[in-house]
């Protein structure tokens, strides 16, 4: 596919081409907030000549300021193809650090082609909850668009007010990220809505176990799956009835994509949807080496073991974050809750719990409910945190959390 072909599709029926551009190729920013001003916006730079910066509206000055150190770079500097690596998509991961994962009109048909052959559909019709400027979110749209299927943008506050879309026949795909999920399962009318849909992705953080035996209670078509801004969103995935039938895993690998493990088990992904390169630097790889730590069984699910840069070191033992995060939103007690580690004179790292301001945490109450979690790995504290770093995503920084807790005099 030419990326005018994409930037044709991208087009609304009925709708003449229209196209963004700038002197000599430079950088093309879309930063929409709204998903109906987003969209032509973005089908405009996407014709143009340049490369298109994908951009968070509520980016802080530390994450804009990284954001024009990019789009700044003089395109004279190297030579820029406009027809690889065009796209550039934020991502920070759990480090903070943004950086631009290089995309093009062909990662994307991979991703695309790969996600439908992997569900056993012609055609995706989408619910959009999650912001375009998000891979999870922009793919959710491709994907339609690329299978002529029907994208509805949706705001996630009218959902929770009672206001849902109506679903006409057809296959229908949702995201959501675990917190959206919790929130839905507890309207009965929601769970209703839910039921509706083919498929149901939830990613963008880790499902503790009590709430996917709730959603599977619900009898909703859930997919656990793994996927990177790097690797144009899912990679593996879970179809519903496995799930259903008790798989917890991140599912098996989509068409378009090898999943592997290194020598230290580090997941490791090949294809044709994995990205160029960091912007402004261009790869010939198709191979991604992550940050993720994982372990593939028998069947070839990919089972995730958490993120590698974010193990904490207490007393000498490891604590991965995911294990105890999930016992601690086991308890009830939590309305989110993330662990860190921060340095300790006795331990080297102490583990910490932070939650969002404005909760009452009785520690001892938390402990009499982790009582099954090894002692080493139960949090020394208790933080909350007025300015919880969580975005729409589900995603957490949790450099911003180390950050935020160590000028933080909030402990329980």
Same mark, same amino acid.
């Not at 399962?185 to 769970?191: F, H, I, M, R």
């Not at 000498?316 to 995911?322: L, R, S």
């Given at each position: 596919m030419e990326r005018a072909e994409l930037a044709r599709r991208l087009q609304p029926a009925g709708v003449r081409q229209r196209s963004v551009d700038a002197p000599e190729g430079k950088p093309i920013l879309v930063s929409e907030p709204d998903p109906v001003r987003f969209m032509p916006a973005f089908a405009a730079a996407a014709a143009g000549r340049g490369p298109v910066f994908l951009a968070d509206p509520a980016w802080s000055t530390a994450e804009r300021a990284a954001l024009y150190e990019a789009t700044q770079f003089q395109i004279s500097n190297f030579k820029f193809s406009p027809e690889c690596g065009w796209l550039c998509i934020p991502t920070g991961g759990s480090s903070g650090r943004i950086r631009f994962a290089r995309h093009d009109q062909d990662t994307v048909a991979a991703a695309v082609d790969g996600f439908a052959r992997h569900f056993g559909v012609s055609r995706v019709n989408a =619910?959009?909850?999650? #912001?375009?400027?998000?891979?999870?979110?922009?793919? *959710?749209?491709?994907?339609?668009?690329?299978?002529?299927?029907?994208?509805?943008p949706w705001s996630w506050d009218a959902l929770l007010a009672g206001k849902r879309p109506a679903l006409e026949p057809g296959d229908w795909f949702l995201s959501l990220v675990p917190t959206q999920l919790q929130r839905l399962l507890g309207s009965?009318?929601? =769970?209703?809505?839910? +039921? +509706?849909?083919?498929?149901?992705?939830? @990613? @963008?953080?880790? /499902?503790?176990?009590?709430? $996917?035996? *709730? *959603?599977? %209670?619900?009898?909703? #078509?859930?997919?656990?799956g793994y996927g990177l801004t790097e690797t144009m969103a899912m990679v593996a995935a879970q179809r519903p009835e496995e799930f259903a039938g008790g798989d917890r895993s991140a599912g098996r690998p989509m068409p378009h994509a090898r999943i592997s493990l290194d020598a230290e088990g580090a997941v490791t992904v090949t294809g044709e949807s994995v990205f160029r390169g960091y912007?402004?630097?261009?790869?010939?790889?198709?191979?991604? /080496?992550?940050?993720?730590? @994982?372990?593939?069984?028998?069947?070839?699910?990919?089972?995730?073991? &958490? +993120?590698?840069?974010?193990?904490?070191?207490?007393?000498?033992?490891? /604590? %991965?974050?995911e294990e105890v995060e999930a016992a601690l939103q086991a308890t009830g007690l939590f309305a989110d809750v993330a662990v860190v580690g921060v340095p300790d004179p006795e331990w080297g790292e102490a583990v910490v719990a932070c939650h969002p301001g404005g909760m009452a945490i009785d520690p001892a109450a938390v402990a009499g409910r982790i009582a099954g979690l090894a002692g080493f790995k139960r949090?020394?504290?208790?933080? *909350?945190?007025?300015?919880? #770093?969580?975005? $729409? %995503? &589900?995603?957490?920084?949790?450099?911003?959390?180390?950050?935020? /807790?160590l000028t933080s005099p909030s402990a329980g």
């Amino acid at each position: 596919m030419e990326r005018a072909e994409l930037a044709r599709r991208l087009q609304p029926a009925g709708v003449r081409q229209r196209s963004v551009d700038a002197p000599e190729g430079k950088p093309i920013l879309v930063s929409e907030p709204d998903p109906v001003r987003f969209m032509p916006a973005f089908a405009a730079a996407a014709a143009g000549r340049g490369p298109v910066f994908l951009a968070d509206p509520a980016w802080s000055t530390a994450e804009r300021a990284a954001l024009y150190e990019a789009t700044q770079f003089q395109i004279s500097n190297f030579k820029f193809s406009p027809e690889c690596g065009w796209l550039c998509i934020p991502t920070g991961g759990s480090s903070g650090r943004i950086r631009f994962a290089r995309h093009d009109q062909d990662t994307v048909a991979a991703a695309v082609d790969g996600f439908a052959r992997h569900f056993g559909v012609s055609r995706v019709n989408a =619910v959009g909850l999650l #912001p375009l400027h998000h891979v999870s979110g922009l793919m *959710a749209w491709m994907r339609c668009v690329l299978t002529d299927g029907e994208y509805r943008p949706w705001s996630w506050d009218a959902l929770l007010a009672g206001k849902r879309p109506a679903l006409e026949p057809g296959d229908w795909f949702l995201s959501l990220v675990p917190t959206q999920l919790q929130r839905l399962l507890g309207s009965p009318a929601a =769970v209703e809505w839910l +039921r +509706r849909f083919r498929v149901i992705s939830v @990613g @963008g953080g880790p /499902v503790w176990a009590e709430l $996917a035996d *709730a *959603a599977a %209670q619900a009898r909703l #078509p859930i997919s656990l799956g793994y996927g990177l801004t790097e690797t144009m969103a899912m990679v593996a995935a879970q179809r519903p009835e496995e799930f259903a039938g008790g798989d917890r895993s991140a599912g098996r690998p989509m068409p378009h994509a090898r999943i592997s493990l290194d020598a230290e088990g580090a997941v490791t992904v090949t294809g044709e949807s994995v990205f160029r390169g960091y912007w402004p630097a261009e790869s010939g790889s198709r191979t991604l /080496v992550t940050s993720d730590a @994982g372990r593939l069984d028998d069947s070839g699910r990919l089972w995730l073991l &958490g +993120r590698r840069d974010a193990v904490i070191i207490t007393g000498g033992k490891k /604590v %991965q974050p995911e294990e105890v995060e999930a016992a601690l939103q086991a308890t009830g007690l939590f309305a989110d809750v993330a662990v860190v580690g921060v340095p300790d004179p006795e331990w080297g790292e102490a583990v910490v719990a932070c939650h969002p301001g404005g909760m009452a945490i009785d520690p001892a109450a938390v402990a009499g409910r982790i009582a099954g979690l090894a002692g080493f790995k139960r949090p020394k504290r208790y933080v *909350a945190l007025a300015d919880w #770093p969580r975005n $729409a %995503q &589900g995603k957490l920084n949790r450099a911003a959390l180390r950050a935020a /807790v160590l000028t933080s005099p909030s402990a329980g």
